[in-house]
C-alpha cells in the first residue's frame, strides 16, 4: 500500500537558515513519481517538483534542492538561505499507477514558518 | 492562476444542509479529483473523474456525491452536512488518467464552514 510520511509537522527556523523537510515514502511498486507541493497562506497548492523513481538524480533549483535516495526511500526538500517567503504549509506525495488510474497519495504537510 | 476555477470559494452553512462546490478544470485537462483538507487530516483524496466517468473513489462519505459534465466540469455534492464536514475543499485536473507522471493542477479551494 502507499503511504507517506511526514515526521515534521511544524518547523520554525530564522530568516537566512537552512532547513531540510522530510518525506519518505511507502510503494510496492518498481515505477513510480514523487512530488512536492507548496502551500502558502493563501492556500493554492503549487506543483515545485516531480521526480521519478528511476532518477536518482539530485535536483538544484535555486535556494532549492532535492535529494531522492531510493536505498533509504526517501525524498527530501532542502531550503538554503530561508527567507519569509518561504513561509508555508510542504506536502510530499507519491504517485502511482494503479489499477489503470493514477493514484496520489500526500502526507500530511510540514509547515514552515520562517521568522524574520 | 492556476486554470483550475473553483466556486465558491467561501460557503457558511447549517447542519443538516446540502451544498454544491463546482469545478472547471485547467483547458485540456481531463482528470479531474476531489481533495478535502481538514485541519490536522492533511490531503484526503475523495474522488476522481476521467472524462464523465468516475475512475477512483476515496475516503468519501456516503452523504458526499460527484459527478463530471460533458463539458468537463465536475461538482462536488455534500448533504446533511455535520460540523466535523467543514473543511477546505480543493479540486485538481490534470492532462490524462493512468500515468503516475501526471501533475496535478490545484484550484484556489472551496472553503466550507457548517455551524
Do not use: M
Not at chain 1, 538554503?80 to 500530511?108: M, P, R
Not at chain 2, 490536522?40 to 474522488?47: E, K
Not at chain 2, 456516503?62 to 459527478?67: G, L, T, Y
Amino acid at each position: 500500500a502507499q503511504k507517506v510520511t511526514q515526521a515534521q509537522t511544524e518547523i520554525s527556523v530564522v530568516e537566512k537558515e537552512d532547513v531540510t523537510l522530510d518525506c519518505v515514502y511507502e510503494t510496492r511498486d518498481t515505477t513510480y513519481y514523487l512530488f512536492w507541493y507548496k502551500q502558502p497562506p493563501s492556500g493554492e497548492l503549487v506543483f515545485l517538483i516531480r521526480r521519478n523513481s528511476f532518477d536518482e538524480q539530485n535536483e538544484i533549483s535555486g535556494r532549492y534542492s532535492w535529494n531522492f535516495q531510493k536505498s533509504t526511500s526517501s525524498f527530501n526538500f532542502t531550503i538554503t538561505a530561508s527567507q519569509v517567503v518561504d513561509s508555508a504549509v510542504y506536502f510530499c506525495a507519491l504517485s502511482e499507477n494503479s489499477g489503470g488510474y493514477q493514484k496520489v497519495t500526500f502526507g500530511i504537510g510540514t509547515k514552515l514558518q520562517v521568522i524574520p | 492562476d492556476s486554470g483550475v476555477t473553483q466556486t465558491p470559494k467561501h460557503l457558511i452553512t447549517a447542519t443538516g444542509q446540502r451544498v454544491t462546490l463546482r469545478c472547471s478544470p485547467r483547458s485540456g485537462d481531463l482528470s479531474v479529483y476531489w481533495y478535502q483538507q481538514s485541519l490536522d487530516q492533511g490531503l484526503q483524496f475523495l474522488i476522481q473523474y476521467y472524462n464523465g466517468e468516475e475512475r477512483a473513489k476515496g475516503n468519501i462519505l456516503e452523504r458526499f456525491s460527484a459527478q463530471q459534465f460533458p463539458d468537463l466540469h465536475s461538482e462536488l455534492n455534500l448533504s446533511s452536512l455535520e460540523l466535523g464536514d467543514s473543511a477546505l475543499y480543493f479540486c485538481a485536473s490534470s492532462v490524462g488518467q493512468t500515468s503516475g507522471a501526471n501533475v496535478l493542477t490545484f484550484g484556489a479551494g472551496s472553503r466550507l464552514t457548517v455551524l
